[in-house]
Structures are given as C-alpha cells and as structure tokens.
C-alpha cells in the first residue's frame, strides 16, 4: 500500500493553498467560470416576471433624458450656446447610468449575497466584477439607442479611429473606477450599512458633478472669472474619471454628430466653447486615478473581507 506521506511529499508545496484565504483579484481570473455564471445570472433576473423585460433598459434612459431635456434645456435654456444639445445631453447620461448602476451595485453585491457568503469560500470580489460587468450588459441597449441617432445625423461620415478609441477609454475608466468605488463601499458596508446611504448621495451628485447637462467651459467661466478662483481647480474637476468618461463620449458621439449641422464648434455667449484641452493626457491621468481608486478599493476590501460571515 502506498503511504500517503509518499503522494504529499510528490506534490509540490506551492500546488497547496491555505482555506480561506484570497489573493484577489487575480483569484476572479481564476474563478472565471463562476464569474460567468454570476453575469448570466445578473443579466437574465433582472427582467425577470416583468411584461416588458429587456425593453425597460431603453425606457428608463429615454425617460431620464426626456425630463433633463425639457426641465433644463427648454424650460431654463441650458442648451443655450450648445448645438444637437439632445445628443449632448444623452451622451453624458449614458455614462453616467454606468456608472451609477455599477457603482450602486457593487455596492450591495456582499450584502445581497450574504447566504453565499456566509456557507461557501469563494473569492469575495467576484459578486462586485460581476455586478460591474452586468451593469455594462445593461448599458449597452442604451449605447445603441445613441448609436443610431448619431447614425441619423450623418455620425459616420465624421468618426475617426479616436472617435473608437475614445468610447473604449471612456467604458474602461468608467468602469474601473466604479469597480475601485463599489469594492472600498461594498467591503465598509458589511459591517457599517450607512455606507449605501452614502453611495446614494454620491449618485445623486454624480450628474451634476460633471457635464452632462451643461458645458465644461461653464464651469471655468464660473469658477476663474466670476468667483475668481485659480484655474488649477478647473483642472482638478477635470481630473474626475466620470467628468472625462462624459467628455470622451461627447468627441466620440457628439462631435461628429453636430459637426454636419454648424460650421465651427459651438459658441457660448459669444466665445467659443470646444472640448476640454488636452482631451490625450487627461485620459492618462484619468486612468492612473481610477486604477489607483481600484488599489486602493481592493486594499480596504481584501482588510475587511475575513470578517464579513461574521458580519453578516
């Protein structure tokens, strides 16, 4: 009979883990055929029992839109200065609904599934990927719809290849910085549930916090000539991953979409109001901020993780 002494010591040491114990994000990669099961699962219940189902993903959005655009663009004249402002305006509020879905359900992605939590050792992180990833299934209705009023408008014979690359940037940091957001929140609220009263107020400013219903320069106007404030200020706002996942959906869809319509950029009280400068290095920097929001989310997260069957 063989020793089982002799078929442990064959195995090399590095082929055994510790129970329990996660290294990640990298244990997601790993544990990919879950984190598939956990998306399809996300994606197909959430419509569940409903008349509508999948067609709800595109009455929400048109009915937020909607409402900004007759409240703020008709009643109070903030289109003013803004051509296409429709498309201006939707551009914006699809990356917002971005990352408010991903952000908020991340969020609650622990909570949600405390049984499994509680009873089953599984990487943690898993239920927030996946919660991203099922928020960016239920954007993309919503990316189509502005799709084809882009294509109505004459879109396709003004895109470029930056125009690609810049819907694909604009995704990806939206993404990860909801998914940095939704770990740091999603581990706090285990154990402190005020943190999804907190994400709540977080969304409710996100909109306003960046331009989507109103022009970047607005911002500068008010910040350096009216209050009189520095403009490094200005250049902090534009640092925020949301406020320049908005502006690359705006060169990407808006831009190409309005430039068949007038014959400069647009104006604003007489001055020229154009797309942020330096539209490259910002989504740099963007970027580093919201991979560093996600190590840091992660940090706090995989601090908390041992202690949420307790807290659950």
């Known amino acids: 009979m063989t020793d089982t002494r002799d078929l442990f010591a064959a195995v090399p040491r590095s082929d055994f883990e510790t129970p329990g114990k996660s290294r990640g994000l990298i244990d997601v990669v790993r544990w990919r055929y879950l984190l598939n099961l956990l998306v399809r699962t996300g994606v197909t219940t959430r419509y ?143 154990r402190f549930r005020d943190a999804e009263n907190i994400v709540e107020l977080m969304l ?25 404030w520095p403009q490094w200020i200005v250049e902090v706002y534009m640092l925020n991953p949301i406020t320049q996942g908005v502006e690359l959906f705006h060169y990407a869809f808006w831009r190409p979409a309005t430039e068949g319509m007038v014959s400069a950029a647009n104006y604003t009280g007489g001055q020229l109001m154009d797309l942020p400068p330096g539209l490259a290095w910002n989504t740099l920097w963007t970027f580093f901020v919201a991979v560093a929001t996600l190590l840091f989310g992660q940090f706090v997260f995989r601090r908390l993780e041992g202690r949420f069957a307790q807290d659950l």
């Open 204 to 228: 409710l400013l996100a909109t306003w916090a960046s331009p989507v219903l109103y022009a970047w320069v607005q911002v500068q106007d008010a910040v350096v000539k009216t209050l009189g």
């Open 48 to 190: 569940r029992n409903s008349v509508l189902g999948w067609t709800w993903s595109y009455v929400r959005p048109a009915a937020q839109f909607l409402v900004f655009f007759v409240v703020l663009g008709l009643f109070m004249n903030l289109d003013r200065g803004i051509p296409n402002y429709a498309v201006y305006l939707f551009s914006g509020i699809v990356v917002i609904n971005l990352f408010s879905e991903g952000f908020k359900n991340a969020t609650t992605s622990i909570v949600g599934n405390a049984p499994l939590v509680r009873k089953v050792f599984l990487p943690r992180q898993l239920f927030a990927v996946s919660a991203v990833i099922v928020a960016f299934v239920h954007f993309l209705p919503q990316v189509g719809l502005l799709l084809i009023v882009c294509l109505m408008l004459g879109w396709i014979t003004h895109i470029s290849i930056l125009s690609i690359l810049a819907i694909l940037a604009g995704m990806i940091i939206v993404m990860i910085f909801s998914l940095g957001l939704g770990l740091f929140f999603g581990a706090v609220n285990v």
